[in-house]
């Protein structure tokens, strides 16, 4: 069955401080792979995208993420964030030959100062 | 316009009741899908609309669901028969629809938040 983990559900850090939110997948053949972010009480935005290509992708706000193919990963990085960033944050997979996008549950990034 | 919007932002009804929940996509966007967001929980795929027809309809529930797009714009999610269970945040998104295989950015509209009493 087609699934995305998303490892943890919160994750608090000292602003300043690097990130990573992790992000697993099922297997498949092909996939495309998204990060969106959910502010308080806004809508889901595209923070940044895999599609084909380098494997390391760069994002909006300092964001990066890294597809690994032979672990079925593309986990989410930030070397130093802001109170700003905090959200909560949703890996998405396609799966390509079909319609749907598979949403993790989500991690919660909370910012402190 | 500018962005996705759904109607209304917020919506409490009775065990039994039927609701319908609107969704107008960005202009010229003629994809549309719908996703089901419960608390703690990522959106969880409904229905893809291409155009005026639905493409893949897997991810309704059950029968008390259906969605329209009859203009291939607007898109009305209608849920009979409404269950305590379907209290959730209902998520609409839209992109251009050149084909998914492209992997299309979606953009979300704010959502609609169902209460089921």
């Known amino acids: 069955a087609q699934s995305v983990t998303q490892l943890d559900s919160q994750v608090p850090v000292f602003e300043e401080a690097p990130v990573e939110l992790r992000c697993n997948y099922s297997s498949s053949v092909s996939v495309y792979l998204f990060w969106y972010v959910q502010y308080p009480n806004q809508g889901l935005q595209l923070l940044l995208k895999?599609?084909?290509?380098?494997?390391l992708v760069k994002g909006i706000n300092g964001f990066e993420a890294e597809f690994n193919k032979s672990q079925t990963s593309f986990h989410l990085r930030k070397p130093s964030v802001h109170i700003s960033d905090t959200a909560e944050y949703f890996c998405a997979v396609f799966y390509t030959g079909g319609f749907k996008t598979i949403f993790g549950a989500g991690t919660r990034l909370f910012v402190k100062a | 316009g500018a962005g996705v919007s759904q109607t209304p932002s917020n919506k409490v009804t009775e065990k039994g009741k039927y609701v319908e929940l609107r969704c107008d996509p960005i202009s010229g966007h003629t994809a549309l899908y719908w996703y089901r967001q419960s608390l703690g929980q990522g959106p969880e795929f409904l229905i893809y609309?291409?155009?005026?027809?639905?493409?893949?309809d897997s991810g309704l529930p059950n029968d008390r669901f259906f969605a329209v797009r009859p203009e291939g714009s607007v898109s009305t999610l209608k849920i009979q028969r409404t269950e305590r269970g379907d209290s959730a945040v209902y998520l609409c998104?839209?992109?251009?629809?050149?084909?998914?295989?492209?992997?299309?950015?979606?953009?979300f509209g704010p959502g609609t938040r169902l209460l089921v009493l």
């Open positions: 998104a839209s992109s251009l629809g050149l084909g998914q295989g492209l992997g299309e950015t979606q953009y």
């Open positions: 609309f291409q155009g005026t027809g639905a493409a893949d």
């Open positions: 895999y599609l084909s290509g380098s494997t």
